[in-house]
């Protein structure tokens, strides 16, 4: 991996990065404080399953379910999903659409490790995300009353960080693989919505319930961290994809033409 | 000169169909060499130099830079090499200073007094965003780039692009140091006038294909050579046309500038005819030896 790329590549993203950071605490604060307010009365509502499943299928009346539909089903995934796809498509194929890529590997960099280097500061977006989700929910659940435990805060971070880490992937690899940052963007955020809506919907369907297999939402939020901890296998399955789709990444740019 | 070439193709060819691309290149470029690589718009120069430094790979034929082939050994010929692409971008947000840092580290570190004196040369302006700097003066980031680690062979595309006068002469007068230091440059200009100045050696290039390579003294002994010759009295300018040699006569009032080829006796003993006041011979630059090879290959 190069250092100073690895370097170069987080500091164009930070001020992405530390706004949606600052806007994602002071969300989950926001919310954490109306929970005493409106959080019985909305848990009193009749939300159909598919609604409900979409929502990340919690209960509003209890204060987990109010932050996993909240924030571990929309909010969070949202956000980190945006930053890493947008940061992987942008320093990958943006910066070869850009001619910058040309540059640099005039210079004695091979390509693997420029790509490893761009994938490691995705990687480190992706954690301040996540740890300003972790910071947010601390705030939030203790404006809220509490009754959520900082492991179980915990465990939804490092699950939201995996799902940035296999998104932001997927978007390297496309980026490095074709050097055409809309298809990385366009196919990642497709790929992602798509896997919501698999992950929500298939289960209501006997015979497309095994879709949810091919849905990183389903390693993502099979199962609610904010009540059971870390998915351990769910998060060693975006872990060993991350890892493949950097590498197809790395060998994918490898084996081509620079466009511009 | 070294036996070996600094840059040596070998039918080197890259197709990326419909007659686009660079077809069957053989060149060589020797050590200490100043050498002009030129062509029109989209003759194949940029491709070459892409080839060169492995951002492209052949679609046949082979490089060798510096004695190591332009795929197998790109690394080590990058690590050598300096390079200023003819669409030099950075990125914008990011001032000069930070830019030549990040790209110092690139290759390990430079020695800091080459590159400040590279900054002071040009003229540089390091501390502003790159997106407020001027065409010329992102131009001059590129140089400083370029040269900063002191490359054994620089590849530089288009270099004098949006550069002012005053720079262009630092540029030319850097390059002849480097050239007196035994280091090599290979430049690429479609503005022929500004290889002209520096240049000994040049290759002309059309349609991804090579239509010569000499020395620039060579070339213009075959060039179109000109004639301007000023009469008493206007004269009939038809009476230029059809002579042995004479390939383009235009008149001007009492002044006639006639081109042509080889012996100018002809067109002396037809001017002799009327009241001759002056015969100024034209220099050839650069550009009427290219435009000759230009119509020359096209008529071929």
Redesign the interface.
């Known amino acids: 991996m190069?250092?100073?790329?690895a370097r170069?590549t987080l500091?164009?993203r930070l001020p992405a990065v530390v706004s949606a950071a600052v806007g994602l605490i002071a969300v989950m604060a926001a919310l954490g404080a109306l929970f005493p307010n409106v959080g019985h009365t909305i848990g009193r509502l009749s939300i159909p399953r598919s609604v409900s499943n979409l929502l990340g299928g919690g209960d509003y009346g209890t204060i987990t379910g109010w932050f996993r539909s909240e924030i571990a089903a929309i909010y969070g995934p949202l956000v980190i999903g945006a930053l890493a796809i947008t940061g992987a498509s942008a320093s990958t194929a943006g910066e070869e659409e850009?001619?910058?890529l040309?540059?640099?590997?005039?210079?004695?960099?091979?390509r693997p490790r420029l790509i490893a280097a761009k994938a490691a500061a995705i990687g480190a977006v992706v954690l301040i995300v996540a740890f300003a989700t972790w910071i947010g929910l601390v705030v939030g659940v203790a404006f809220a009353g509490g009754g959520i435990t900082l492991a179980h805060i915990t465990a939804l971070a490092i699950q939201l960080a995996f799902f940035g880490f296999a998104t932001g992937a997927l978007a390297i690899a496309l980026g490095a693989g074709t050097g055409l940052r809309s298809l990385a963007t366009g196919v990642t955020a497709a790929v992602a919505i798509l896997g919501w809506l698999i992950n929500s919907f298939a289960p209501l369907v006997s015979a497309l319930d095994w879709l949810k297999y091919l849905s990183p939402f389903f390693y993502y939020a099979g199962h609610d961290p904010l009540t059971q901890g870390v998915d351990v296998a769910g998060v060693v399955v975006l872990g060993l994809v991350s890892a493949a789709l950097t590498g197809l990444g790395m060998i994918g740019i490898q084996r081509r033409?620079?466009r511009? | 000169m070294s036996a070996q070439p600094v840059i040596a193709t070998s039918g080197l060819t890259k197709d990326y169909g419909s007659g686009h691309g660079l077809f069957g290149l053989d060149l060589e470029v020797q050590q200490g060499e100043i050498f002009g690589f030129l062509g029109p718009n989209g003759a194949g120069k940029s491709t070459t130099m892409?080839l060169l430094?492995d951002?492209?790979?052949p679609t046949s034929g082979a490089a060798r830079i510096l004695g190591l082939d332009s795929v197998s050994d790109s690394?080590?010929i990058?690590?050598r090499?300096g390079?200023l692409?003819g669409?030099?971008?950075?990125?914008p947000?990011?001032s000069g200073r930070?830019m030549l840092d990040?790209?110092a580290?690139?290759?390990?570190g430079v020695n800091p007094r080459v590159r400040d004196a590279l900054i002071e040369r040009f003229g540089a302006d390091i501390d502003r965003p790159v997106r407020q700097l001027s065409t010329g003066n992102r131009q001059k980031l590129g140089l400083v780039?370029a040269f900063m680690h002191e490359p054994e062979l620089l590849i530089l595309d288009e270099p004098i692009a949006g550069l002012d006068p005053l720079v262009q002469q630092s540029f030319h007068a850097l390059l002849a140091e480097l050239s007196g230091q035994g280091r090599t440059v290979f430049l690429s200009s479609h503005t022929l006038s500004e290889v002209e100045r520096v240049t000994r050696r040049l290759a002309i290039l059309r349609q991804g294909r090579l239509v010569v390579v000499d020395s620039l003294e060579n070339l213009r002994k075959v060039a179109v050579q000109r004639l301007e010759i000023e009469f008493a009295a206007p004269v009939d300018a038809e009476e230029f046309r059809g002579l042995p040699g004479v390939s383009e006569v235009r008149a001007d009032g009492r002044t006639v500038t006639v081109g042509f080829e080889g012996s100018a006796d002809a067109v002396v003993k037809a001017a002799a005819a009327h009241e001759v006041r002056a015969i100024r011979p034209r220099e050839e630059d650069l550009e009427d030896i290219f435009l000759h090879y230009y119509r020359a290959d096209g008529a071929g």
């Open positions: 190069s250092t100073p790329v170069i500091r164009l850009d001619r910058i040309g540059l640099v590997l005039a210079h004695p960099i091979p033409d620079l511009a | 892409r430094l951002l492209i790979r690394l080590e990058r690590r090499v390079f692409p669409d030099f971008a950075l990125y947000k990011l930070v990040y790209l580290q690139l290759r390990g780039q």
